[in-house]
């Protein structure tokens, strides 16, 4: 069974568009530039990680790989608690986490310390934040929906260009540890700030004596539409996140500087920031459904140029291009998950799609790591994550099509 597109909102006007529905968009931003500020400066500390406890990069790659599954996997959970609870309490919550995960990591005496706090501490920090942040923005808006996702999700462009580079600045002043102290005290500050502003929608508010509009969560899990989204995740999911993982350390193999092999996963921020601003005011326009299937099968086209890059100019183009496409897909699928099922478990719905891109995210790093060991290059790993996306690109097709 398919449930019906956008019915839950096909009555709601601009009056459901509140000035307050903005406030929760740029608090979801800051929440979102912080956590995945923090997750992705994983490139910054992964030199400093491999040197400090003799690690090969298969071993490193596990840290971030770790963090990823949980933040994907919990995202579900996540959900159903915001759902049940509100927003509020459950991001503020994982800020609190995150910031403790920081600090347990940087008086670590082992890879598998570190892991133990980056990986799962920080992971699950971020799983508490990022579904429910992200799925308390869509009931706000109807006719504006792809725009204030992608301003909301844009946080985690900003949030990549920036954090890496000054975790990277920091490191240089006081060595990783201090680094990750420092972070600690970012997420407590601000990361708080911003989850303190996120508010329920009235649209997600249960009406006395009655339901939220909306499709069940277990409805929509066994519809169709949402089977060929979840493979869609699951299929995207390298291409999403090797970057984050590998690039700088494939840059630095072909003599780029440090400065500029870290600066790449900015770019992918300054590409990202731009892909989930432009892309999702324009798919309002010419429909959000079909816009995905472009921008996914963009990702798989991109991992071409990773595959042929061997100087700096080729691997910011890549980093640029790969960073459009995937905040284009990242800022358009909980404005589609909105459209297709509703409000009443959008955060749930949002999560539980997520989990698809938790086994890419672990499996995807540490098998680049491995082919790499083994080979010596990038190349076999670039262009089966890109062969992968392209197969994403085509059950994105067939999800949209769903009636």
Do not use: K
């Amino acid at each position: 069974m398919s449930p019906p597109a956008a019915t839950p909102t096909a009555t709601a006007t601009a009056d459901a568009e509140p000035r307050r529905g903005w406030v929760v968009v740029w608090a979801c931003f800051a929440a979102l530039a912080v956590i995945f500020g923090v997750s992705y400066s994983f490139a910054a500390f992964f030199e400093s990680f491999a040197g400090e406890f003799q690690a090969n990069r298969a071993q490193v790659s596990l840290v971030f790989g770790f963090s990823g599954l949980l933040y994907f996997v919990l995202g579900a959970f996540a959900g159903m608690l915001a759902d049940r609870f509100g927003p509020l309490r459950v991001t503020s919550a994982g800020m609190l986490c995150i910031a403790g995960a920081l600090l347990l990591g940087s008086a670590a005496s082992s890879l598998a310390q570190v892991t133990l706090a980056w990986g799962i501490g920080l992971g699950v920090g971020v799983a508490l934040v990022y579904t429910p942040a992200i799925g308390c923005v869509q009931p706000w808006f109807t006719r504006r929906r792809g725009l204030a996702a992608g301003i909301a999700s844009a946080g985690i462009g900003a949030g990549t260009l920036v954090v890496p580079l000054a975790a990277a600045h920091a490191i240089g002043i006081w060595q990783w540890r201090g680094a990750m102290v420092a972070m600690a005290v970012g997420v407590a500050v601000i990361g708080l700030a911003s989850t303190l502003q996120l508010r329920r929608a009235p649209a997600a508010t249960r009406p006395a004596g009655g339901e939220v509009p909306g499709v069940p969560l277990w409805s929509a899990l066994r519809s169709r539409r949402f089977f060929w989204l979840y493979l869609m995740c699951l299929l995207g999911a390298p291409a999403m996140f090797v970057p984050f993982a590998h690039l700088s350390a494939s840059a630095r193999d072909v003599g780029v500087g440090e400065a500029q092999a870290v600066g790449l996963v900015g770019l992918i921020g300054i590409g990202s920031l731009a892909g989930r601003l432009a892309i999702g005011a324009v798919a309002d326009r010419i429909g959000r459904g079909p816009t995905l299937v472009v921008v996914m099968a963009s990702l798989g086209a991109s991992m071409g140029l990773w595959l042929i890059a061997h100087d700096y100019a080729t691997f910011a183009l890549f980093a640029l291009w790969m960073g459009w496409s995937y905040g284009g897909s990242v800022s358009l699928m909980p404005a589609l998950c909105m459209d297709f099922f509703g409000a009443r478990a959008v955060s749930s719905i949002i999560g539980t799609l997520y989990t698809g891109a938790a086994v890419g995210n672990l499996v995807g790093p540490w098998a680049t790591g491995r082919l790499f060991d083994a080979t010596g290059s990038y190349a076999a790993a670039a262009a089966g994550i890109g062969l992968l996306a392209l197969a994403s690109a085509a059950a994105a097709w067939q999800a949209v099509r769903q009636r």
